[in-house]
């Protein structure tokens, strides 16, 4: 029979059998192994303006947005055909010059030339969708939806 330690003096402590120990040491172990991983690193920022502006595929895709912006479709086109020409990088700037390319054609009624456009904004970039408000348009909304279902 155990009896309490009197007071001030150390509790006796019982060894633990080897089954208890070897199981304690699992348990331990495996909670070891469910501890999550680090976060990754933090993404590189990306580049600045200063810098795109460097390269001339997206030198040439900032100025074809800012004439498509400014209603200067003419210089917007050239601008947008020189960026993809140029071997724009990211998928989503080749997916973005394509969708404005086919803005532009369906308003010059060049309606088979915005399907290869928004063809070609799809291939560059699978997610590639247009916005609600731009799909409801009434001259590029249907040809989007006929060929990006």
């Given at each position: 029979m155990n009896r309490p330690a009197p007071t001030g003096a150390p509790a006796r402590v019982t060894p633990m059998a080897p089954m208890a120990t070897m199981a304690l040491t699992v348990v331990v172990a495996l909670s070891a192994g469910c501890a999550s991983a680090p976060p990754p690193p933090p993404a590189a920022p990306p580049p600045a303006v200063a810098?795109?502006?460097?390269?001339?595929?997206?030198?040439?895709?900032?100025?074809?947005?800012?004439?498509?912006?400014?209603?200067?479709y003419g210089p917007a086109e050239?601008?947008?055909?020189?960026?993809?020409?140029?071997?724009?990088?990211?998928?989503?700037d080749r997916a973005s010059a394509h969708k404005l390319l086919a803005f532009i054609a369906c308003t010059s009624d060049r309606l088979v030339e915005c399907e290869v456009q928004f063809r070609a904004a799809r291939n560059a970039d699978p997610g590639f969708?247009?916005?609600?408000?731009?799909?409801?348009?009434?001259?590029?909304?249907?040809?989007?939806?006929?060929?990006?279902?």
């Open positions: 810098e795109l502006m460097q390269r001339p595929a997206e030198r040439a895709l900032i100025e074809g947005v800012r004439a498509y912006e400014e209603a200067q050239v601008q947008l055909r020189k960026a993809l020409a140029a071997g724009l990088r990211d998928p989503r969708t247009l916005t609600r408000s731009e799909a409801g348009h009434p001259l590029w909304g249907p040809v989007y939806r006929r060929v990006v279902p």
